[in-house]
Each structure stands twice: as C-alpha cells, then as structure tokens.
DNA sequence: GACAGTAGCGGACCACGGTCCGTTTCACAA
DNA sequence: TTGTGAAACGGACCGTGGTCCGCTACTGTC
C-alpha cells in the first residue's frame, strides 16, 4: 500500500494522484486507506517517517554539532541545516503532510518532536527568551510551502541555507 | 456579495460557509462568485482589503514608529506588532486566503507588499544579509494557521507580542 | 419596433477528500 | 465441521471547490 503510493507518486507527481487511484493500484478500497492512515496526510506522514527518523536518530545520537556536545547555538544552525535539506529533497509530500488539512502541520507528531529539540536548545542558549514560542518562530520558515514557494521563486538550497543559518546565528550566537 | 459572505461568515464561522451558500444568499449563480474572485482565497482577500489597506497607510504615512522617521529596527517590530493584532482579529478570514489552495499565501498581491516593505527595513538595519530571504523568514511566523495553531494551544496575543519583538530585536538591534 | 451581436450570468457538472454501513472473513468454541 | 461474534474491508455515497457551456439580457443598428 505505501508501496504502491510511493510508486504512484514518482510516476505522476505527489499532487497529481488521488487516494482513490492509491486504493486500485494497491488492489484495496478507499475505506481501508483512510482507517490505516486517517487522512492524506496520514498517508505523506507514513511515507515521510522513514526519513525523518534517521535525523532524529542523527540529532539524539549522532556526532555534534548535529548530536550532543555542541553549543547550543552550533547545534541550532546544523539542524535548520540538516532539515532544510529533508525538506527539499521531498517538498511535495511535506506539502501533502502539511497542508492537507487546515493546521495538520501543527498536529503531527514529528513537528512536536521538532519543536521539543529546538526548545532544549533555545533554553539553552537564550535562557530569557520564550522558548516555546521562539521554537515555532525558528521552525516557521521551515514551512513547506514557503520552501516550495521560494524554490519557484528562483531561490536555490544554498542560498536559503545562507539565509536561515545567517538569521539563526544572529538570534542565537551570543554577542 | 461580500456583504453576503459577511453576514454568513459572522453567524456560522468562516469554515462552515460553503461558497454555494454565499452564492444563494447573495442571490447570484455560483459561477459569477468565481469569476469575480477566482477561488476562496480571493474571496477572503477581498473581504480582508479594506482592513489590510488601512495598515498599509499607517505605513506609508503614519506617525513613527509605524511610519516613515524611525530606525528601522523599531520600525520592523511596530510592523510585525500590528500585523499579529490585526492577524488575530480575522484570523479565520487569513486562514482562508492563505490556505485556500497550495501556496495561496505567496501568490496573493498584499504578501508581497509586506514583503517589500519589511524588504526595505531589512536592508537598512542589516546590509549584510540577504534580505529577501530574510524578509520571508520574518514572515514566516506570521503565517494564519501557525496563528490558530498557538491560539488553541493556549498562547494569547500578548505572548506572541512578546516572543516576536524579542526575536525581531535580537534580529535587527544593533549590538 | 425588430433584430443581431455580445458580454455576463447561472447552475449542471466534475473530481476529489472523507464518511458510512452492509458484507466478508476469520479466529475460536463446541 | 459447523456456528457465532467481531474485526476488517470495500465501495456507494456526500459535500465541497472549481469548471464550463448554453442561455439570457442588454447594447447598438436600421
């Protein structure tokens, strides 16, 4: 079933394909689809998962500054670094996970996981800030749809890797 | 016509109003709301215009900070302050033409006004970045649905006051 | 007043995401 | 082997955003 969206989705586009062509092609209903994965960015989230767990595992164990032992401000940088990259290698299906409902970004589990890292770090680095809330300032420009907007734009990875570590490092580089 | 979305809007909520039943309320074929406004967003937009206009001219005319006079740090945080409050009072309408469609929040015409204009304090207070990456990064957290998200998360408008002018300042006070 | 050309309208129509319920299938007990 | 309950399934169905085309109504001409 994922198989078979994956496929679908190198095939013809992430945006181009209907859950009920999902559903023929892995030889199965439309009901069952949406009690596996709830809703279509249920299914993005699934397709997702793979990736984004291997840079959890990169944040929690790697080596720094993307794992612990870095300053918290290194540490900061490498992740904007590191997901931004993620990002563009499978904007479609950010969108998809993203967008497909009204606030779903803000829902899935992997975006609290985000944020509860970038927390930690902010804490560490500006104790006088709202961490909370500067954490979802820091991950709002990572928003897929302002990646893919940017991209259309003209704007290349570099250049928003330049730009997003140029305006971390200001916030959080101690003077 | 937009007074029919507005009277609808007002008693059911934004989301709950389809754009048939703006047509019929308005008496006038679905088809002339389409070509009138294009899809939702336009709709949304139109409504929002008049509102967004009178920001605009407090910018462009008003009194400092606001306005023209002001080092454009100070006047980068009075922006971002008065979108977020005028942000939160239509938060649904916002929602609605930023997230209508893919990308919609890019596309439309006031994006881009704010983005030129934070483009141009940007420029004054850091010469050195790249400020029309930077400019959308500053509107990255102004995003509607990010809005609501923090809403329904407990954060009300003088938190997200805060946390946005502490990070706008650390961005552009000069050390 | 009759007529032709045209701009603007309306609502039938389509595709899609999401729901719902009748039906199948299967594990287990007798 | 057969009977029973429950869980999983499938696809008909619904509401919505957006398209499209036949028709209306209005303008200007003789």
Known sequence: M???ADRLFAEQGVTNVSLDAIA???GVGK??????????????????????????ERILTGPPPLGPGAPAADRLTAFVDAYL???????ELFIDSENASDGARYRIGSYWLWHRHVVVLVEEARPELDAAYVAHAVLAPL???????????GFD????????????Q???RRA
């Open 2 to 4: 994922l198989e078979a």
């Open 24 to 26: 023929a092609e892995a």
């Open 31 to 56: 009901g069952t689809v949406f009690r596996r994965f709830g809703d279509r960015a249920g299914l993005a989230v699934a397709l997702l998962d793979e990736r984004e767990r291997e840079l959890q």
């Open 85 to 91: 990259e993620l990002l563009d290698r499978h904007v």
């Open 143 to 153: 928003a897929a749809d302002l990646h893919q907007a940017l991209r259309t734009e």
């Open 157 to 168: 990875l570099d250049r928003m890797r330049a730009g997003l570590t140029s305006v971390v």
């Open 170 to 172: 200001l916030l959080f």
